[in-house]
């Protein structure tokens, strides 16, 4: 008999009354309960209570009669007419992707109703039809207005202004999970989606016609971001992919053709990109006119992210690996692939290589050149721009060694020398790190954008991008100008020269971008080169891609605290363990970070392997956006920047650096804070100088050791000029680094 009274009070507690779904959420915030606290205390996910509060989902037996009960207990503490105290409460929830709108509540049969953290979707076979999304479980008859929570921003970045474009309305991607033999798609906001398909071409199919997911194009003539699917291993092995490549195919960078999956794509008349089925793959069909058919995956246990840039991610459970790229996406945008390939990619993106001409005599429009990009087609570099095994070079004797006066040679500074008897007295050697370096380089310069034109005998402008081939040798940093009849004396042996990556003085004639000749130009002394390759056609290509990699860091970085506002001892404070107030948004400040690097560093890609022998084209030679003049003259200005502010401290301070590595510079000061030897007028950095902030340009404290500690590696290691600043963070030198 008392099992029938437990089924009895079981059907009872399964139709418990519950208020509406955000009265829950009202109720639990009123009381300063977290999403997590009442999770553990139903013993369920934190994010199965969030779709409760959500309307995504219902609660059952057991759960639902004790969550009535706490609602109901909640309830007569907080009646609804009573007004709410913001103090004491506590809402702790993940926040929304910033920039992602919530959707309308469109097709609510599509809504996964028990969203969890670690949910993903399953695979389908490929003769099975497609299928709407099945509602699991009952839906509450009172839903909210949106299917995710709420977000920040009323319209994602780079979408048109006035709301979200109701194709995207699920977000740029999602990551594909499989529990309890179901797929998931977790969406951006905290979406979660069933998905019917058993196979990688049916995933692809759902993709494209009920996922709505992708992005809006970031510029007029562009096109729409493709939708990115995130596999996790559940979902790997659900759709019959290995969970990790083997030696071979990690080599190789894809299964073998002949994989099943690949046979099904076949059959299914889908086609691969030449890169194949590996960590980034790009799945399509050709194209129909302006109605493009591809769908991207990203696989992280085949080392689709980098944990250089990405951290730990591929490991997060699917929402927090949804919310961590669907911040990168929103305000950088949807990855294309490594962070060196996206940052091109935002390139392409920004400036479209064609656009729609004005309509001709029968009122028809045709492809164009798009002014102010790179064009369609690629450009040969000249030949002091070609990197070794490059085409150009074919005719040139085998292990021919180049001098300064056949290559250009812009790179970053890796330079230091001894401390003086003055420095050594000091007891704290401390680094600076110029923020975003290559973005700040980036801003406002004017880069070619068609092919080079050969000059003899050329007059410098600093206004024409190109190669100039000319001997700054000349230039005594002992003496330079500062301003317009302003000239200052330094300590030229202390100081690095502007024009070698090394630091060294150059001797006789040597190839340089504009930049750097237009520095020898600024410092006051008369330049006369021999040759150039210029470029007529230029522009400020890279303009809009800074702003948005520089919008995306100073955003991220505001989210964690770090404001573009601070005054100097103020940004310190902040900046001291900003990463551990969001471990995932400090994962997206590095990815920014490194889409900057890898972009600028991807404009001069080398060979890959896949059988090349040097004086035959690689596949990258292919791409109009293969500019290693772009590359240079980034770098070029990059370096000059650095020296110019270095020159300015040196001047006015008589301090200068003991080592400088790219964009990092060491002093010996007699305090262990950078706010002990940068100087200060009347409260505010000295112009020009090196000053304390997050925007990029300025400068950090990238760390602090004893002159004892760099004294003491470089005898050690018996290296008077080990570069300081490449450990001066942690301090910690090994002999893999020195070359022992």
Partial sequence: MSELFDAVDALVSSRSTLPPPAERKRLRQAHGLTLDEVAAA???????????????TEPRPPERDAYARMLKQLAQLYPANAPVSSEGTAVSETPAVPGVPAPSVAEPAKARTE??????????????????AAVLHPVATTRPASRRPPARNAAPVGSPAGGVDARF?????????????????????????????????????????????????????????????????????????????????????????????IKQLTRANWQLTKRGFGPWVRIYRPAQGSERACVQLCIPSWDALDTRHWANTGQLPPADLARLLGTYAARVMTPRGSTAVTGLELMTALHPPTRASEPDETGKRHSEHNPGSLGKD?????????????????????????TPAEVLVEEAYDWARPLTDAECLRPHLVGIDVNMAFAAGANGLTVGLGAPTHVKNPVFDVKLPGSWLVDLSHVDLSRVKMAKDKWADLDGSLLPSPFTPKGERPEGSAWYATPTVAYAVELGYDVTPVEAWVRYDNGRYLDGWYTRLRDAYLATMADLGVGADLSSEEFLKAMDGYRQRDPGLAIVVSAVKATVKGGIGKLRERPRGEGWKPGQPWRALARPTWRPDIRAAVISRTRINMHRKIVKHAAFTGQYPVAVLSDCAVYASDGPSPLDFLPYRDGKPLPGGFKLGVNPGLVKWEGTQSVLWGEGVREQFNAPDLNLARYIKDGTVTDQDTGE
């Fill in 42 to 56: 139903l013993q369920v996910r934190r994010a199965t209570v969030s779709g409760w509060e959500a309307g995504k």
């Fill in 378 to 402: 690629p450009v040969d570099c000249a030949p002091c721009e070609a990197p070794d095994g490059h085409p150009l070079l074919a005719d040139l004797p085998r292990f021919h060694h180049r």
């Fill in 169 to 261: 309305e699920n977000g740029p991607l999602a990551v594909v999970d499989v529990e309890d033999g179901q797929a998931l798609a977790y969406c951006v906001g905290g979406l979660v989606l069933d998905v019917p398909a058993k196979s990688i071409p049916a995933l692809v199919e759902w993709t494209l016609s009920e996922g709505r997911l992708g992005q809006p194009k970031l510029s007029g003539p562009g096109k729409d971001g493709d939708p990115l699917l995130v596999l996790t291993e559940a979902a790997l092995e659900h759709y019959g992919l290995p969970v990790t490549l083997t030696k071979e195919e990690r080599l190789a960078g894809r299964i073998p053709e002949g994989h099943k999956v």
């Fill in 115 to 132: 969203p969890t953290a670690d949910q993903i979707p399953e695979p389908v076979s490929e003769d099975t039809a497609l299928r709407p």
